[in-house]
């Protein structure tokens, strides 16, 4: 039977849970476990998928289409491992299941009530992963905080399970901070005191306790956490601030988190952790040999959660690239043909980002016009391929009015059109083009080069596709449909020819990069990016040579 983890968080949110779980997931992973993740969300939501960026960050999908929360992303990053709809549940997902049963009249005429049913449909959902063999440890991030009114289902299914399991198949990690007051030159441990004394008023006792800091805790203060929180002093984790999130699984070795994990489970120790991978993959992070600035055109740029997949992304594509990739947010609402060239003449690529609806969406497309005019490497994702195809149309083509429905339903040449299948859906949650689907390169493309194969799967998540109406006119034009869908012909890929790199992708390539196989796009986009910078710091420096004699 699988042993199970459950990471909860105290005192503040954003601290952190999903790293940490994702961190000791990993050093578990290394020593040979064969470990999963999952989180659970107390919101009502049925999932995130209808979600404002704003609100929650990204909508990560999975390969089998669920829209599941960013933190799910961490969770593939770190283990290259993919995930499924059964590693995020949501208090909307549990409650429905539960309602739709009670409509059945599964529960007999029983009175259904928070316990026993709502708590047993989330037992249910916990145990789930650990039932078919395939994870020796199933760990559960559990969302929100301690304290929070719609996060206590959770702490009680947990409290139920510590008593059904036993205390060797069953272990809480709790996530708290321990402030740094700057005026008294001291860490505080009250927060984290009180946090652990409420968890335990609900009957859950931790056996391990995770410390966020921003300063070095000494042994004195770690004593005293394990005294008045009813723990061993090697249970307490110090977990310091560091550069970057993928340093976090090397602290967690030093402070034996997993070693800690491992014991309590009476599980062997043994084998030390396998991360030369990692180490190499960190060496090449902290120490790059040159770097290029890359350009995120979006509307949601204010939050960097909205494009956290993109975001991490380029720090693996930079790793491999030995290049430090530096993102300046461009807000899309921003850009005008008159300020085009003074916000985009500095950087060394474009990355025009996904999204939905009308704002900010011709800054997009002058974006767009100025990277294929100027030979500036760019890359669209989904919205930034198909305002890509807009843009073609309007200033290649000639066609002034050329949009997609989304934007103007009355176009003349509607270049991007609904799906045929979508017209009639009316429900906005979980009906969009999700998860993994396959896709045909063209022999001899940009596409095929990059992937180094003709047949890939890559995650989607929209509605509007390329109009396939228009794709002669787009060819005869010079735009190569270098990736088509083998089962319906739909448009994936577009690329021009005559540029050092003008890459579109209906699909999302950021969801499936990790630390140890990163983005194929994304690795060469920076590559492409890489070649335009020493190109045109070549041309600055003999300009400067010339000015001189």
Not at 311 to 328: M, P, R, T
Not at 398 to 414: I, L, Q, R
Not at 461 to 486: C, T, V, W
Request: net charge negative; aromatic share 8%; proline share 5%.
């Amino acid at each position: 039977m699988a042993k199970y983890i459950f990471v909860t968080g105290g005192v503040t949110s954003s601290l952190g849970k999903g790293i940490i779980a994702a961190s000791l997931a990993k050093l578990l992973q290394a020593r040979g476990f064969r470990v999963t993740i999952q989180k659970f969300d107390p919101y009502i939501n049925v999932d995130p998928g209808t979600l404002n960026p704003y609100e929650h960050g990204e909508c990560y999908v999975t390969e089998d289409g669920a829209e599941t929360d960013l933190d799910l992303g961490h969770y593939e990053r770190f283990l290259n491992t993919p995930t499924s709809q059964a590693n995020n549940v949501t208090t909307g997902r549990i409650y429905q299941t539960v309602i739709n049963k009670e409509r059945e009249g599964a529960y007999l005429g029983k009175t259904v009530q928070v316990i026993p049913h709502i708590t047993d449909e989330i037992k249910r959902r916990i145990l789930l992963l650990g039932k078919d063999g395939k994870y020796d440890i199933v760990i559960t991030e559990l969302g929100g905080t301690v304290g929070d009114i719609e996060s206590l289902p959770y702490i009680e299914s947990v409290r139920q399970l510590q008593w059904e399991l036993g205390e060797e198949d069953c272990l809480v990690v709790h996530l708290t901070l321990i402030p740094y007051l700057r005026a008294a030159k001291e860490l505080k441990t009250k927060p984290t005191q009180h946090s652990v004394r409420l968890l335990s008023e609900y009957g859950v006792h931790p056996d391990i306790i995770v410390c966020r800091t921003e300063e070095p805790m000494y042994r004195d203060l770690k004593k005293k956490i394990a005294l008045f929180c009813n723990v061993q002093v090697d249970a307490v984790i110090e977990a310091n601030d560091v550069p970057t999130i993928y340093e976090v699984p090397l602290e967690m070795m030093r402070e034996k988190l997993d070693v800690s994990v491992l014991k309590r489970l009476n599980l062997p120790v043994e084998k030390e952790p396998e991360l030369v991978k990692w180490r190499e993959f960190l060496d090449k992070l902290k120490y790059p040999k040159t770097k290029v600035t890359i350009g995120l055109i979006g509307k949601y740029v204010e939050l960097q959660d909205a494009y956290k997949s993109i975001l991490e992304s380029f720090v693996h594509a930079g790793a491999v690239n030995e290049c430090k990739v530096i993102i300046q947010n461009i807000h899309s609402e921003h850009l005008t043909p008159e300020n085009v060239c003074e916000k985009l003449k500095n950087l060394d690529g474009i990355l025009v980002a996904p999204g939905f609806g009308h704002r900010g969406i011709e800054g997009k497309i002058t974006a767009i016009q100025y990277a294929r005019e100027n030979n500036l490497p760019f890359f669209g994702i989904c919205l930034g391929m198909q305002m890509s195809v807009v843009e073609y149309a309007r200033n290649v083509l000639g066609w002034k009015d050329a949009h997609s429905v989304e934007m103007n339903p009355d176009t003349a040449h509607p270049v991007i059109n609904l799906m045929e299948e979508q017209k009639k859906i009316t429900a906005k949650g979980g009906t969009m083009r999700l998860g993994a689907y396959g896709c045909e390169l063209r022999p001899g493309s940009k596409a095929a080069e990059i992937y180094g194969s003709t047949h890939i799967s890559e995650r989607h998540r929209h509605r509007y596709e390329f109009n396939n109406d228009f794709l002669q006119q787009f060819e005869d034009a010079g735009m190569i449909p270098s990736g088509k869908n083998p089962d319906t012909g739909l448009v994936e890929m577009i690329e021009l020819a005559n540029h050092p790199f003008f890459v579109g992708s209906q699909f999302h390539p950021e969801l499936k990069s990790t630390v140890e196989a990163p983005a194929p796009l994304f690795v060469s986009f920076v590559k492409a990016a890489k070649a335009y910078a020493e190109t045109k710091n070549g041309k600055a420096v003999h300009t400067e040579e010339a000015v001189a004699k």
